[in-house]
């Protein structure tokens, strides 16, 4: 069964763009999280999506967005981008994003911001 | 202010032996616990989990242990293999409306000698 697809798996920006990155989950799964990864703050959650809809948010500016599709399909937005967004993103996939139901993770999209 | 990076504990072994990586954490209110490994320029891996109702659950070479008392949680991996060779987090879910959401530990390098 295929795992956890994330797109693309390199980037690099440059300061003030935007950049749009896609996580396809596991199949059935119906739950996306997305990660910031850096060597400074670790991983740190930035946002959970159910059903199309926004359930739980970490501690990011707004210039993070995200939103999902209904075919789970799940895409993060950073707008205005700062040299400090430079990170691993991680996306990772869930059944239902509750309690004990398993968080599959993807390789990650490496963001560089110049 | 300037970033600091995290300085990540170190466990090196030598192939064969038994190792023991630790984390703390800090929310009570947690429930649900799982070990990812993660290797360089990969998304973590999961290892094991446990739920809150269990002090103890075993995989194959691998057993969590869990003490809530002083909310700690360790790892261990028996006949330690070069291949083992990580960055190794505890993540925890607190469940309720914590959609999605894991809380990392900051890791801990494991390095396996030959």
């Known amino acids: 069964k295929a795992g956890v697809t994330q797109t693309p798996r390199y980037l690099i920006k440059t300061r003030g763009q935007q950049v749009t990155l896609s996580c396809s989950p596991i199949?059935?799964?119906?739950?996306v999280s997305w990660y910031q990864q850096t060597p400074g703050q670790g991983l740190q959650f930035l946002f959970e999506y159910f059903s199309e809809t926004q359930r739980n948010k970490g501690n990011f500016p707004g210039r993070f967005s995200g939103r999902q599709f209904s075919n789970s399909r799940s895409e993060m937005n950073v707008s205005t981008l700062e040299l400090g967004d430079s990170a691993l993103y991680l996306c990772?996939?869930?059944?239902?994003?509750?309690?004990?139901?398993?968080?599959?993770f993807g390789s990650g999209t490496r963001l560089t911001v110049v | 202010g300037e970033s600091v990076g995290l300085h990540l504990p170190t466990l090196s072994v030598q192939e064969g032996d038994n190792s023991i990586i630790n984390c703390a954490y800090s929310n009570s209110a947690s429930d649900y616990f799982i070990w990812y490994k993660q290797e360089s320029g990969k998304g973590p891996q999961f290892i094991i989990d446990i739920r809150s109702n269990m002090d103890k659950r075993q995989g194959q070479r691998v057993t969590v242990l869990l003490n809530k008392t002083v909310k700690h949680l360790s790892l261990q991996i028996a006949a330690t293999q070069p291949g083992d060779s990580a960055v190794y987090f505890c993540?925890?879910?607190?469940?309720?409306?914590?959609?999605?959401?894991?809380?990392f530990g900051q890791g801990t390098i494991l390095t396996v000698h030959p």
């Open positions: 993540a925890e879910n607190a469940g309720g409306t914590s959609y999605g959401k894991l809380t």
């Open positions: 990772a996939s869930s059944l239902n994003g509750q309690g004990a139901s398993g968080y599959t």
């Open positions: 199949s059935g799964h119906r739950s």
